[in-house]
């Protein structure tokens, strides 16, 4: 069996948009993927009143999966669906390059 290598690898990754494999190893030296700082960036945006946010990529660092916890004000009177296509609506443009999304929203408590 012959030795991996970059040469023998790039016929399978071509048309990636990224080296998945190179991608994911810098996942161990990061305290944040460039695909977390990005969303939470958004995030805090759109909801300038949250008082927690987390953003994990669960895709192994890759960027395909993401899950999302947020506490707001925002969120207050809204039925869980509705908090959960308000994150939707802000994260529209990023989902499109998701393969999946797992959000937690909540109201603080007083």
């Not at 944040?32 to 805090?44: H, M, N, R, S």
């Not at 949250?50 to 993401?66: E, F, H, N, R």
């Not at 969120?75 to 998701?98: P, Y």
Request: hydrophobic fraction near 40%.
């Amino acid at each position: 069996m012959a030795a991996w290598s970059p040469a023998a690898a790039a016929p399978l990754l071509r048309g990636t948009r990224r080296l998945p494999l190179l991608h994911c190893a810098q996942r161990m030296f990061a305290s944040q993927t460039e695909g977390e700082l990005k969303v939470t960036q958004i995030l805090k945006e759109k909801f300038p009143r949250a008082t927690a946010l987390k953003v994990t990529d669960i895709s192994g660092g890759c960027g395909a999966m993401y899950e999302i916890q947020i506490e707001s004000e925002e969120f207050k009177e809204k039925r869980t669906v509705q908090q959960h296509q308000m994150v939707n609506q802000a994260l529209k443009e990023e989902i499109k390059g998701m393969h999946g999304l797992r959000i937690f929203t909540s109201v603080p408590k007083h």
